[in-house]
């Protein structure tokens, strides 16, 4: 677990390295005689780093002389959030990843034109650095149950999803295959189906929640990075969780509306009791939910999921046709518009004037038949991360859109959101240390 959870194969410190070269040719092609006529000001390609600091946010480089580069504003992303993480998640093969890479879009010429990581002749060298990132890691569960795990594209910020590549080789080997996707039914699952399942063709189903959620949808509680769950959070309280069901009626109205069967898993803990979880189950199906099932997996184990595998099962086995939320050739500001209307509930979108730039700018230049792939908090319906519950009767703002053309999509900034998060007073790492007999200890 471990090895899990700090390097695995290395495949984060590979996406990494392709995404920082890439950066660092662009720089290298403007200083030595900037052949490919690039606007220095217009280059979007942020490097990448996989630890949260926020000092890399907006940070100037080139300071020092010619001899260090031409002085400009950017910024680092994590690099769970770089277009190299989203195009890794997204190839399903070593050719379809080196055409990706060639489509990156890294800046623009002095004329307006696109430059590309082809353009720089760095889109080979970068396959070559993830020619095995590529291939997915096997794992297993203490039940000695396959898991491939690959990618890692936060959900928040990303397409937040694993690789496609991962889902059909398991697809191959088994008969049902489940996958992760991040931050709930209004993100990681809207994007699994317009974004992956777009480009891959694959069929999804499902829709998990917890006590613990529904209680802080519904005003209890305040869960703090590395600090201990308040003791309203660990109590039972029916009416909380009653008032925060409006998420979970929510999330289950976004999945019919992309034509899923919906099974909820209510993943039991410890502090959660019988009849809160009863009363979640009885008012899920009432919701909507082909089933509502209570998951025990966390305390027993496979024992503890075996009914919810036959809910999902039975669910499957019903016709249903998934449906993509927009088309292809819909324009960007109403693509955006579907997805605040129809998944976060919003009245209405408002696109600032640097977002409008971008619209029009992608536009013209072809870009605009790509889905999209919001960046928004996770922690509300809206962008607001206060505001739980279900939120109405308010203005989704977009703030900036970026380009991942070798990904094949468009991401608009909505509200504050950061592409670098920070570490808080207290970051995991103090609790990590090696003891006397050099095991890692404090991860967990």
């Given amino acids: 677990m471990e090895d899990f959870n700090l390097h695995l194969t290395g495949d984060f410190h590979a996406v990494t390295a392709a995404q920082n070269l890439c950066a660092a040719m662009t720089d290298a092609s403007y200083m030595h005689g900037n052949k490919l006529n690039l606007d220095p000001f217009s280059i979007t390609w942020r490097r990448a780093l996989d630890v949260n600091d926020r000092v890399l946010r907006d940070i100037v480089v080139g300071l020092g002389g010619k001899a260090n580069g031409f002085p400009r504003e950017t910024g680092f992303d994590i690099t769970a959030a770089c277009e190299t993480m989203a195009i890794l998640a997204l190839a399903i093969s070593l050719q379809d990843l080196r055409q990706r890479l060639g489509r990156a879009v890294v800046g623009f010429n002095k004329d307006g034109k696109p430059v590309t990581a082809e353009d720089l002749q760095a889109a080979g060298a970068m396959t070559v650095l993830l020619k095995d990132a590529i291939r997915p890691n096997l794992m297993q569960t203490l039940e000695n149950t396959p898991v491939l795990v690959h990618a890692g594209p936060f959900g928040n910020v990303a397409h937040g999803n694993n690789s496609v590549l991962a889902d059909m080789v398991a697809l191959k080997l088994a008969d049902y295959?489940?996958?992760?996707?991040?931050?709930?039914?209004?993100?990681?699952?809207?994007?699994?189906?317009?974004?992956?399942?777009?480009?891959?063709?694959?069929?999804?189903?499902?829709?998990?929640?917890?006590?613990?959620?529904?209680?802080?949808?519904?005003?209890?509680?305040?869960?703090?990075?590395?600090?201990?769950?308040?003791?309203?959070?660990?109590?039972?309280?029916?009416?909380?969780?009653?008032?925060g069901l409006d998420a979970l009626c929510a999330a289950l109205r976004n999945v019919r509306t992309m034509g899923i069967p919906a099974v909820v898993a209510v993943n039991r803990f410890a502090a959660d009791t019988d009849?809160?979880?009863?009363?979640?189950?009885?008012?899920?199906?009432?919701?909507?939910?082909?089933?509502?099932?209570?998951?025990?997996?966390?305390?027993?184990?496979?024992?503890?999921?075996?009914?919810?595998?036959?809910?999902?099962?039975?669910?499957?086995?019903?016709?249903?046709?998934?449906?993509?939320?927009?088309?292809?050739?819909?324009?960007?500001?109403?693509?955006?518009?579907?997805?605040?209307?129809q998944i976060y509930g919003t009245d209405d979108v408002e696109c600032l004037p640097e977002a409008l730039r971008k619209i029009k700018l992608y536009t013209d230049l072809g870009f605009a038949n790509m889905p999209i792939c919001m960046a928004k908090t996770h922690l509300s319906y809206s962008h607001n991360p206060e505001w739980k519950g279900v939120p109405k009767g308010y203005k989704f703002p977009i703030r900036d859109i970026r380009l991942a053309a070798g990904a094949g999509f468009l991401y608009p900034l909505a509200a504050e959101i950061m592409t670098m998060p920070g570490l808080g007073s207290a970051p995991a790492a103090i609790k990590v240390d090696i003891d006397a007999l050099n095991r890692t200890r404090g991860l967990f």
């Fill in 177 to 243: 295959v489940v996958t992760e996707s991040g931050f709930g039914a209004d993100m990681g699952l809207e994007k699994l189906i317009n974004i992956t399942c777009r480009q891959s063709g694959l069929q999804v189903a499902g829709v998990v929640c917890t006590v613990r959620a529904l209680k802080m949808h519904g005003g209890v509680g305040k869960v703090v990075a590395g600090k201990p769950l308040p003791p309203e959070l660990t109590q039972e309280n029916i009416p909380a969780i009653e008032r």
């Fill in 275 to 341: 009849a809160e979880l009863q009363f979640i189950a009885e008012r899920a199906q009432g919701m909507g939910a082909e089933r509502a099932v209570i998951s025990d997996v966390f305390a027993r184990g496979g024992e503890g999921g075996v009914e919810l595998a036959e809910a999902v099962v039975e669910a499957v086995a019903r016709p249903s046709r998934m449906r993509l939320l927009y088309p292809d050739d819909l324009p960007i500001k109403d693509k955006i518009k579907v997805l605040a209307t």
